[in-house]
C-alpha cells in the first residue's frame, strides 16, 4: 500500500521448439515486463516468419479505417471468433477483399472530384468571357493577332497606354468589385510592347486552357458544363453514402481485426527481445510476485513442462519496473504520479497521503457550498459526455465534495453567507477570522512537511542505516524545535533560556551537514519559506470569498432598478460566478498540486522509476 507491488526478477529457458508455444501463453497471462536482451555473447531472436504478413495486414486494415472514417475503441475478447474469422488467412483474404471494394469507390471519387474541379474551371472561364459579350473562339489561335484575358485596376488607363502605341487593337472591358475584366485583341507586332503596358496596368492572367479551341454559344455551353456539374456532384454524393455505408457496416470488424492483428503481431515479433541459441532462447523479465506462480504452472502446461522458469529478488539499487499498489478509493489519485514521476522500486509511494491531503486543501481553498455542488454535478457531466478525461474527473470529485464539506463549515453558499435574514451555521468565519485560517493554515502545513521527513527517515533507513537516515531527515524536526523553543523563550511562552533553543538548533545544523553536507545546509533558509507557503491555502481561499461577496454585491444593488435591472442582476450572478468558480478550480486544483510536489514531496521522494508494462497488455 505505501510501496510499489513487489517484484521478482524471472528468467525462461526452453528449446527453440516450444517458443510458440510460451510466447503465446506470455501474451495472455500479461504478467511478464520482458527486458530486451542486448546482443553479446547469445544473438537476439528473430521475429516469427509471420510477421510481415501481420505488418502488411496491419497497414492496410489502418488505411481502409482510415479511408472510410472509422475511429473509437472496441474491446477485443475471444480472438478471432470475435472478429467473425477462423484463421489469419481468412481474415487477410477478408481484408483483401474489403480493401478492392473501398479502392475501388475511392478511386472513382477522386476521379469524380478532380473532374469536378476541372469542370467548374471551365465554367468560370466561360462565365467570365459571357460577361465580355464574346465567344471562345474569339481566342482561337491567329498568326497575325494575338489576345491577352484577364484582369486590370483600371481599364481606362489601360486603353490610353495602348493608344499611345498603336491603334490596331481592340479592347473589350468590364467592370468588377475592385478591378476590370479585359479581353485585349492586338497585332502580334505589338505583342511585347501590349504585354509591357499590361504588367504596368496590374495585369492579373486569367488562363483559358479549359475554353480554347471550344466553338459556339457560352450559353449553350455554360448549360453542358451545369448538367456534367451536376452528374458529378451526384456522383460524389453517391460516393459519399457508399463509404459511410462500409463505415457502418465494417465498424467493428476493422476495430476488432485492428487489435487482433497488433497483439499477434506483438506475438510474432516478441523474438526480438529474446536472447537465442541455435535450440534454445532465454527471456528475461519482471513479474509480480503474487503472478509468479501462476506464470510457472501454466507455461509448463503449454510446453509440456518443457520450459524452465528461474526467480529471484531484485538486488539494492537495480533498476526495477514499478506496478503502483494502492487501495481502490486512492487508485484514481496514481494519476498525480503519472504526471510527475514513478516512486523509485524501494522508495514509499505517496499516493495514499495524496488520496487523503489533496482533497483537503482543494476544499480548502475553494470551500463553498454551492461551488461545490457545481462542481461536483458538472464532473460527473463531463465524465459521461467525454470520457477521456475520467482519470482528471477521478481526483477531482473527491475534491468536489471536500469543497461542499468544507462550505457548511465556513456557512458558504456562493459566497452568500446567510439568505432572507437568516445567517448559515459555521465553524469559522474565513472573512472574519483571519488571523485563525492563517494559524490553521501553517499548521497543516508543518505537520504535511513533517510528514514528509518522516517518510524519509523511513526511506534513507533502508538504505543508509539509522544514523544516517536520522541526520539526514529527523534532523529537520529537531531544527524546528529549536527555533520553536527560541520563539517561546523569547516571547516568555516557557521558562527556558534562549541559548536552550539555539542549543538544539546548532545540533540540528550539525546533524543536517552530517546527513546531507552543503545541499542540506543551503536548503535551511528555505524552510521557513515552505511553512509559510501554505498559507495560500488561506489566501487564495478568501480571495475567493472576496470576489464572490463583490458579485453578489453588484447584483444587488443593480436589481433593485426594475425588471431590466434584476435581469441585469441576475446576469452578473450567472457570468460572475461562472469566472470565480472557474478561477476557483484553478487555483484549488494547481495550488493544492503544488504544495505537494514542491513542498511535501521534496522531502522524501526521487521518483523516477519506469513503468511496468507486461507483455500482451495494452498501453495506458
Known amino acids: 500500500m505505501f510501496a510499489p507491488e513487489?517484484?521478482?526478477?524471472?528468467?525462461?529457458?526452453?528449446?527453440?521448439?516450444?517458443?510458440?508455444?510460451?510466447?503465446?501463453?506470455?501474451?495472455?497471462?500479461?504478467?511478464?515486463?520482458?527486458?530486451?536482451?542486448?546482443?553479446?555473447?547469445?544473438?537476439?531472436?528473430?521475429?516469427?516468419?509471420?510477421?510481415?504478413?501481420?505488418?502488411?495486414?496491419?497497414?492496410?486494415?489502418?488505411?481502409?479505417?482510415?479511408?472510410?472514417?472509422?475511429?473509437?475503441?472496441?474491446?477485443?475478447?475471444?480472438?478471432?471468433?470475435?472478429?467473425?474469422?477462423?484463421?489469419l488467412a481468412e481474415l487477410g483474404k477478408a481484408m483483401e477483399k474489403l480493401k478492392i471494394t473501398v479502392n475501388g469507390?475511392?478511386?472513382?471519387?477522386?476521379?469524380?472530384?478532380?473532374?469536378?474541379?476541372?469542370?467548374?474551371?471551365?465554367?468560370?472561364?466561360?462565365?467570365?468571357?459571357?460577361?465580355?459579350?464574346?465567344a471562345p473562339d474569339a481566342f482561337s489561335d491567329y498568326k497575325s493577332l494575338s489576345s491577352f484575358f484577364g484582369e486590370v485596376k483600371d481599364a481606362k488607363k489601360l486603353?490610353?497606354?495602348?493608344?499611345?502605341?498603336?491603334?490596331?487593337?481592340?479592347?473589350?472591358?468590364?467592370?468588377?468589385?475592385?478591378?476590370?475584366?479585359?479581353a485585349l485583341f492586338i497585332e502580334s507586332g505589338k505583342k511585347s510592347s501590349a504585354a509591357d503596358l499590361l504588367v504596368s496596368a496590374g495585369f492579373s492572367e486569367i488562363p483559358l486552357n479549359e475554353v480554347k479551341g471550344m466553338a459556339g454559344s457560352v450559353v449553350v455551353a455554360l448549360e453542358a458544363v451545369a448538367k456534367r456539374k451536376e452528374r458529378l456532384q451526384k456522383q460524389i454524393e453517391a460516393n459519399s453514402t457508399a463509404i459511410?455505408?462500409?463505415?457502418?457496416?465494417?465498424?467493428?470488424?476493422?476495430?476488432?481485426?485492428?487489435?487482433?492483428?497488433?497483439?499477434?503481431?506483438?506475438?510474432?515479433?516478441?523474438?526480438?527481445?529474446?536472447?537465442?541459441?541455435?535450440?534454445?532462447?532465454?527471456?528475461?523479465?519482471?513479474?509480480?510476485?503474487?503472478?509468479?506462480?501462476?506464470?510457472?504452472?501454466?507455461?509448463?502446461?503449454?510446453?509440456?513442462?518443457?520450459?524452465?522458469?528461474?526467480?529471484?529478488?531484485?538486488h539494492h539499487g537495480e533498476a526495477v519496473p514499478v506496478k503502483l499498489d494502492n487501495p481502490k478509493l486512492a487508485r484514481p489519485f496514481e494519476f498525480f504520479m503519472s504526471l510527475y514521476a514513478l516512486p523509485k522500486y524501494d522508495e514509499i509511494d505517496p499516493t495514499l497521503f495524496m488520496f487523503i491531503t489533496f482533497p483537503l486543501f482543494f476544499g480548502l481553498i475553494l470551500g463553498d457550498v454551492g461551488y461545490g455542488l457545481v462542481t461536483f454535478f458538472l464532473l460527473l457531466w463531463l465524465k459521461e459526455k467525454m470520457p477521456g478525461t475520467a482519470k482528471l474527473v477521478n481526483v477531482v470529485v473527491p475534491a468536489a465534495l471536500s469543497s461542499i464539506v468544507f462550505g457548511f463549515m465556513f456557512g458558504e453558499v456562493f459566497g452568500f453567507e446567510g439568505a432572507f435574514g437568516v445567517k448559515f451555521p459555521h465553524l469559522i468565519s474565513r472573512v472574519v477570522e483571519i488571523d485563525k485560517m492563517l494559524l490553521i493554515a501553517v499548521a497543516i502545513g508543518?505537520?504535511?512537511?513533517?510528514?514528509?521527513?518522516?517518510?524519509?527517515?523511513?526511506n534513507e533507513l533502508r538504505h543508509k542505516g539509522l544514523f544516517k537516515a536520522f541526520a539526514a531527515k529527523l534532523s529537520w524536526v529537531i531544527l524546528q524545535i529549536g527555533i520553536a523553543v527560541i520563539a517561546l523563550a523569547a516571547t516568555g511562552k516557557i521558562n527556558a533560556p534562549v541559548y536552550f533553543g539555539a542549543s538544539i538548533a546548532a545540533v540540528a545544523?550539525?546533524?543536517i551537514y552530517i546527513?546531507?553536507?552543503?545541499?542540506?545546509?543551503?536548503?535551511?533558509?528555505?524552510?521557513?519559506?515552505?511553512?509559510?507557503?501554505?498559507?495560500?491555502?488561506?489566501?487564495?481561499?478568501?480571495?475567493?470569498?472576496?470576489?464572490?461577496?463583490?458579485?453578489?454585491?453588484?447584483?444587488?444593488?443593480?436589481?433593485?432598478?426594475?425588471?431590466?435591472?434584476?435581469?441585469?442582476?441576475?446576469?452578473?450572478?450567472?457570468?460572475?460566478?461562472?469566472?470565480?468558480?472557474?478561477?476557483g478550480l484553478l487555483g484549488g486544483f494547481l495550488q493544492s498540486m503544488r504544495l505537494h510536489y514542491v513542498e511535501f514531496f521534496t522531502k522524501f521522494f526521487e521518483g523516477g522509476a519506469f513503468p511496468f508494462r507486461p507483455f500482451g497488455a495494452k498501453a495506458d
Open 244 to 314: 459511410a455505408r462500409l463505415g457502418a457496416k465494417w465498424n467493428d470488424f476493422l476495430l476488432l481485426s485492428e487489435q487482433l492483428i497488433a497483439g499477434e503481431l506483438e506475438k510474432a515479433q516478441a523474438p526480438l527481445k529474446f536472447a537465442v541459441t541455435k535450440n534454445a532462447f532465454v527471456v528475461h523479465g519482471w513479474v509480480p510476485g503474487s503472478a509468479l506462480v501462476n506464470l510457472e504452472s501454466n507455461l509448463g502446461k503449454v510446453t509440456s513442462e518443457r520450459i524452465f522458469v528461474e526467480a529471484e529478488s531484485p
Open 6 to 87: 513487489r517484484m521478482m526478477k524471472v528468467t525462461v529457458i526452453g528449446p527453440q521448439s516450444v517458443m510458440d508455444k510460451a510466447v503465446k501463453e506470455l501474451h495472455r497471462l500479461k504478467a511478464v515486463h520482458i527486458t530486451d536482451h542486448q546482443k553479446g555473447e547469445l544473438d537476439i531472436g528473430s521475429p516469427f516468419q509471420r510477421a510481415d504478413r501481420l505488418s502488411e495486414l496491419l497497414v492496410t486494415a489502418k488505411a481502409i479505417s482510415s479511408a472510410i472514417g472509422i475511429s473509437g475503441k472496441k474491446e477485443l475478447s475471444n480472438g478471432f471468433r470475435a472478429v467473425g474469422v477462423k484463421s
Open 105 to 134: 469507390i475511392l478511386t472513382g471519387n477522386k476521379a469524380a472530384e478532380d473532374g469536378l474541379k476541372k469542370i467548374s474551371l471551365k465554367e468560370y472561364q466561360l462565365a467570365c468571357i459571357q460577361k465580355l459579350g464574346l
Open 509 to 511: 545544523v550539525v546533524l
Open 446 to 458: 508543518l505537520l504535511h512537511i513533517n510528514i514528509g521527513f518522516a517518510l524519509g527517515f523511513l
Open 159 to 182: 486603353r490610353e497606354s495602348l493608344l499611345a502605341v498603336t491603334d490596331k487593337f481592340e479592347l473589350f472591358s468590364a467592370e468588377e468589385k475592385d478591378s476590370y475584366l479585359v
Open 515 to 583: 546527513g546531507e553536507s552543503m545541499r542540506g545546509m543551503i536548503e535551511i533558509p528555505g524552510l521557513l519559506s515552505n511553512v509559510l507557503s501554505y498559507a495560500r491555502l488561506m489566501a487564495v481561499g478568501l480571495a475567493s470569498v472576496e470576489l464572490a461577496l463583490v458579485i453578489n454585491d453588484m447584483a444587488k444593488q443593480v436589481s433593485h432598478s426594475g425588471v431590466a435591472g434584476m435581469l441585469a442582476g441576475v446576469l452578473i450572478l450567472f457570468l460572475g460566478h461562472t469566472i470565480n468558480l472557474a478561477l
